[in-house]
Structure formats: structure tokens, C-alpha cells
């Protein structure tokens, strides 16, 4: 089976994003010589960022995807965050998790979620999706 291993974000601010990733999720930033694609490696499990250079004609922030990063307290990741300079919105209880979005660099949604770390602990994230439910 396919896995989901990593997603691309077109960007005219390459280094911005870098250090915003690296800096406050602790990715790490790797390129091929020659390649026109930075990788952002992730501090263990988890996918990776591809940094591609946008094209004059894409608009930054435009494509309807949040990028969702599992913590185990957004309240105190959330703290941390801000203390380094990335201000979370407020905080929503999303049943049974919390979570609080931000934009990086380039105006793409980011958020940071508990919704993994709840779903590991109950069966309730277990019910099977029925249409027009």
C-alpha cells in the first residue's frame, strides 16, 4: 500500500520557510547539488516538506490544505511557540481534542492538533463514516 510521505509547498520565501520549520518544529533542511527542491526532514517519524520554488503566476496561500502537526499539549506547545515568536490563534475544542491553527511564512495554514494523541486513547475517533450522516 502507498504511503503518505511527503507534501510539496510552492514559495517565493524558501529561506523564510526554512528557518520557520526548523526553527519551530525542528525540521531539518536538505538539498541535492543541482536540485531545485529543499527538503525538510522531520526531528523523527513523520513526513517531510518539500520547498519548491513558486512560479510568477501561483498565488501564495491559496490552496485550501492546513498542514496539522500532533503535539501532546498544545496549551504548553502553544506557550513555547509563542515565545519564539509564532502566535497561535485560539484554542478549539474539536470533541474530545483541542487545537489552534497559525499561517508560516508564506500564508499556508498550519495548526497544531491533539486529534492523533485522542484517537489513540479512544475508540470514539473509531466510528466507521456513513453518507449523508
Same mark, same amino acid.
Not at 4 to 27: D, K, L, N, Q
Not at 39 to 56: D, F, N, V, W
Given at each position: 500500500? /502507498?504511503?503518505?510521505?511527503?507534501?510539496?509547498?510552492?514559495?517565493?520565501?524558501?529561506?523564510?520557510?526554512?528557518? !520557520?520549520?526548523?526553527?519551530?518544529?525542528?525540521?531539518?533542511?536538505?538539498?541535492?547539488?543541482?536540485?531545485?527542491?529543499?527538503?525538510?526532514? /522531520?526531528?523523527?517519524?513523520?513526513?517531510?516538506?518539500?520547498?519548491?520554488?513558486?512560479?510568477?503566476?501561483?498565488?501564495? +496561500?491559496?490552496?485550501?490544505?492546513?498542514?496539522? !502537526?500532533?503535539?501532546?499539549?498544545?496549551?504548553?506547545?502553544?506557550?513555547?511557540?509563542?515565545?519564539? +515568536?509564532?502566535?497561535?490563534?485560539?484554542?478549539?475544542?474539536?470533541?474530545?481534542?483541542?487545537?489552534?491553527?497559525?499561517?508560516?511564512?508564506?500564508?499556508?495554514?498550519?495548526?497544531?492538533?491533539?486529534?492523533?494523541?485522542?484517537?489513540?486513547?479512544?475508540?470514539? !475517533?473509531?466510528?466507521?463514516?456513513?453518507?449523508?450522516?
Amino acid at each position: 500500500m /502507498p504511503l503518505f510521505t511527503s507534501v510539496t509547498i510552492y514559495t517565493r520565501r524558501i529561506p523564510e520557510m526554512v528557518a !520557520f520549520y526548523s526553527h519551530h518544529f525542528g525540521y531539518s533542511a536538505f538539498q541535492r547539488p543541482g536540485d531545485r527542491i529543499v527538503e525538510l526532514r /522531520p526531528p523523527g517519524a513523520g513526513t517531510a516538506i518539500y520547498l519548491h520554488s513558486a512560479s510568477k503566476g501561483q498565488k501564495m +496561500g491559496q490552496v485550501l490544505v492546513k498542514l496539522n !502537526f500532533d503535539v501532546d499539549d498544545v496549551h504548553a506547545f502553544a506557550r513555547a511557540a509563542k515565545k519564539r +515568536g509564532l502566535v497561535f490563534g485560539a484554542l478549539h475544542d474539536g470533541i474530545g481534542y483541542v487545537y489552534a491553527n497559525a499561517k508560516d511564512p508564506s500564508g499556508n495554514s498550519i495548526s497544531i492538533t491533539g486529534r492523533t494523541s485522542a484517537a489513540a486513547r479512544s475508540a470514539e !475517533f473509531d466510528v466507521p463514516y456513513v453518507p449523508g450522516s
